[in-house]
């Protein structure tokens, strides 16, 4: 069964710094990979998403997030963090045998710091 | 363009006693799926329709859950009776097609079972 490992529960940043939160994904053949947002109060919102078109993949927000296939990963990144940024982060997978569904990893918590 | 929207917000229950959530997909949108993320755990699929029909319900938890769309639009999930581990956020998504993410997700109903 494929699998999505986020490591790091809880990601603390200055503002201005670089974010980098990490997702890796098992399965033998690539599949469509997103990176999912949930701020206080809302609902989760797509950020970006790969769809085997570019490997790397550039979301709202100032997020991108590069597909490597020999590491198996989909890390999503942010030149510089911003107040607003706070959030959980969700990194998710949809397998080929089932693309109607969405397979998660465990999230992420963003903190920024002033 | 209205959302997805999800009713209640909050569902305080005691143990034992049944709840019925809902959700009301944009509209024209014929999939509708549910999760579930219990305890900061892993957001999980529970299942899909497409109209009025379950397409796939293979990750209700047990039978105490029963899930309907009658007349393909709104949505309900009723846990009858519910229990202490039901406890946890209910996000409804929904989209036009189906397959490879980028689903519209409601922003959750937090049920608390005491």
């Known amino acids: 069964a494929q699998s999505v490992t986020q490591l790091g529960s809880h990601v603390s940043v200055s503002e201005g710094a670089l974010v980098l939160l990490r997702c890796n994904y098992s399965s033998s053949v690539p599949p469509y990979l997103f990176w999912y947002v949930q701020y206080p109060n809302q609902g989760l919102q797509l950020l970006l998403k790969?769809?085997?078109?570019?490997?790397l993949v550039k979301g709202i927000n100032g997020f991108e997030a590069e597909f490597k296939k020999s590491e198996t990963s989909f890390h999503l990144t942010k030149p510089s963090a911003h107040m607003s940024d706070a959030a959980e982060y969700f990194c998710?997978?949809?397998?080929?045998?089932?693309?109607?569904?969405?397979?998660f990893g465990s999230g992420t918590r963003l903190l920024v710091r002033p | 363009e209205a959302g997805v929207t999800q009713f209640p917000s909050h569902s305080v229950i005691e143990k034992g006693q049944t709840v019925t959530l809902r959700c009301d997909p944009i509209s024209g949108h014929d999939n509708l799926y549910w999760y579930r993320r219990v305890m900061g755990k892993e957001i999980k699929f529970l299942l899909h329709?497409?109209?009025?029909?379950?397409?796939?319900e293979s990750g209700m938890p047990n039978n105490r859950f029963l899930a309907e769309r009658t007349g393909g639009t709104y949505s309900t999930l009723k846990v009858q009776p519910a229990e202490l581990e039901d406890s946890g956020v209910y996000f409804c998504?929904?989209?036009?097609?189906?397959?490879?993410?980028?689903?519209?997700f409601g922003s959750g109903t937090r049920l608390t079972v005491v």
């Open positions: 998504a929904s989209s036009q097609v189906s397959g490879r993410g980028g689903y519209t």
């Open positions: 790969y769809t085997s078109a570019a490997t």
């Open positions: 998710a997978v949809s397998p080929m045998d089932s693309s109607y569904k969405l397979i």
């Open positions: 329709f497409v109209k009025e029909s379950k397409q796939d």
